[in-house]
């Protein structure tokens, strides 16, 4: 009997499986046997190896309206200062055919990969986990 370990597309360990030796095996699934865990730990596989997680990671959202990015902005404080006033006052400073300006006061939605995110975020100082932080909030709202 084979055994192999189903994980999600995210890497978290679902299940051990029971094989008849006929080639046939989920697509997502590895030989390698999952980490002993400690209660709450979760086993993430990174496509070579496994590792024990306090806890399952939450998937970034990729695309969020442009209400929810600036709600999520104007509950957010930086560098001591509204993150929603800063970037106000930066697109407000720019050129009215400036793409970054066009996108931020027309865009219906963000995603999370556009440059006018990108762009932004390195003007003010945003860490890439920042941003990812503010996608997430904003999607909750």
Known sequence: MI???AYDKRGIFLRKIALEDNGTYPFLSTLLA???RVSGEVARFN???WSALDSVPVAVPQKIT???AKRAMARTTHNAANLYKTVKALIKALDE???TRIVYEEAK???RNNDMVATIGAVVSLSSEQI???FTLGASI
């Open 66 to 68: 442009a209400e929810q």
């Open 3 to 5: 055994h192999r370990y």
């Open 109 to 111: 939605a963000w995603h």
């Open 132 to 134: 990812d932080d503010l």
């Open 97 to 99: 055919e400036d793409e």
């Open 47 to 49: 496509g070579t190896v």
């Open 34 to 36: 999952p980490p002993d």
